[in-house]
């Protein structure tokens, strides 16, 4: 009996080293020695203005002034323009010379120096650049081909991968680190961001490279990372690769990005406002709190419209929405299906082109209220909107509601953030041009049995929605 337990100690001993064997791999030498060659070090150089005088050395008017400019011109400074330098990487996805980096790396460069892992040196020309989501094109002239990368699909990446990164940390040039995949579908400040997590080593420099499976493939760009002293501590994002390709693909195409544009101004659905929403379930989708001039317009969408389903794709939030709008070919007519009055509805979308799409808010024509008074509700101290009161609070020409010229501290509407000067526009999805209209609309709330009164609310132009409690 004894030996039996022996040998099947044995036995699970033998199957957990080899689970831990496929788990780690021995060695990231056959990984970094095959991607190697397609990864680059860029280094890039700017002219910039020269100082004018001793700014920051004495103050302006001192006596000292006269002789510490002539020790900056004695050491080839005064006003002369300068150049100056800067590093980061990138890596090459085509045998005829494209190169993919951060827009952060080589904007406003001058010059832009491609070092290959040869020892090879060409400059580069830029194709195309993407702001958004900090992604740059580059081209190199080469009458050989060069070694390149492919993309991996992002989406497979999970929490705990393996992952690979490389780079010129620090200017120190071809550098390796490995890591795990620490987090997915993180968003630092863009619309369109999807970044990877890692905690391979990522510091100045990395800037551009590219983050690798262990099949090789390009999964992410190392773009930024999380530090009180600038030095990695384990915490760097790469955006995925499925966002990069697409914008890799446009840059290559056209030069610029081409992204699809609904028009509307759009909010998360927040809790509260699923009880004062009639047909909502949960919170979700994204709702419409204005609709200029654009392509939803013409296709009939209003604000208060809840916008649960995009070219068949659920609506999960505001990011979502933005997301899979961006990514949709301009011009291609979609089915977007909206919440509305409780039901919902279908609209055809033809879609215009973000970055062409004009700025224009739009207004709204609705007679102007001429009931001069002031009343209280609510915690709220409202009074209609004129043509005085319009222009001193930024709103547009056709604007009309309520103004609030007050706030009780202690009352709900305070705790949801409602300040004097904002604009209430609409309540339960109907426009407001009158107290009365908000007491009426109130009423019809508590007599449904609501909890909550739903108000479009305007602040310096901007509008959102506020679930108001209404219980006395």
């Known amino acids: 009996m004894r030996v039996m337990w022996i040998t099947a100690l044995g036995i699970l001993l033998l199957i957990a080293q080899s689970i831990s064997a496929q788990a780690r791999p021995d060695s990231f030498a056959d990984l970094a020695e095959k991607i190697s060659p397609s990864v680059v070090n860029i280094t890039t150089s700017t002219v910039v203005a020269g100082r004018t005088g001793p700014q920051g050395i004495v103050p302006e008017g001192s006596p000292f002034e006269d002789f510490f400019r002539e020790f900056q011109d004695r050491q080839g400074d005064g006003d002369r323009p300068r150049r100056t330098s800067a590093l980061g990487s990138g890596f090459v996805i085509s045998e005829d010379g494209f190169v993919v980096t951060n827009n952060h790396v080589i904007d406003g460069a001058d010059e832009i120096l491609i070092e290959f892992f040869s020892g090879e040196e060409l400059p580069a020309k830029v194709v195309g650049t993407d702001p958004n989501t900090d992604i740059a094109l580059l081209k190199v002239e080469t009458d050989k081909p060069l070694a390149f990368v492919s993309f991996g699909d992002s989406d497979t990446a999970r929490v705990g991968d393996w992952v690979m990164a490389m780079g010129n940390p620090l200017g120190q040039g071809f550098s390796v680190s490995a890591g795990i995949v620490s987090a997915r579908n993180r968003a630092l400040s863009g619309s369109y961001d999807d970044y990877i997590q890692t905690d391979a080593a990522i510091n100045r420099g990395n800037s551009g490279g590219p983050l690798f499976n262990m099949d090789g493939e390009v999964v992410g760009v190392n773009t930024a990372i999380l530090s009180p002293n600038g030095g990695s501590i384990g915490i760097g994002f790469s955006m995925a690769s499925n966002v990069v390709t697409r914008v890799v693909d446009q840059l290559q195409e056209y030069g610029e990005t081409r992204r699809g544009w609904l028009g509307v101004r759009i909010q998360n659905v927040s809790e509260d406002m699923v009880e004062a929403i009639e047909g909502l379930d949960e919170a979700a989708g994204a709702m419409v709190t204005d609709v200029p001039e654009g392509p939803a317009a013409e296709a009939g969408m209003q604000s208060g419209d809840i916008i649960m389903l995009f070219d068949g794709k659920e609506v999960a939030d505001v990011r979502g929405l933005v997301r899979v709008v961006g990514n949709t070919e301009v011009g291609k007519t979609v089915r977007v ?136």
């Open 337 to 472: 299906v909206v919440l509305r009055d409780g039901k919902q509805e279908t609209l055809k979308v033809t879609l215009g082109r973000r970055e062409t799409a004009e700025s224009n808010n739009g207004t709204e024509s609705t007679p102007e209220p001429a009931e001069p008074i002031e009343k209280e509700l609510l915690g709220l101290t409202v009074t209609p909107l004129t043509d005085e009161m319009r222009s001193e609070l930024g709103a547009g020409e056709g604007t009309v509601g309520l103004v609030v010229t007050g706030v009780d501290e202690t009352s709900k509407a305070f705790e949801k953030g409602l300040r004097a000067g904002d604009i209430l526009t609409e309540a339960s999805q109907q426009k407001l041009t009158a107290v009365a209209d908000l007491e009426a609309r109130v009423q019809e709330a508590r007599d449904a049995g609501r909890k909550s009164v739903l108000l479009l609310v305007r602040r310096a132009g901007e509008p959102r929605f506020v679930a108001l409690n209404i219980e006395e």
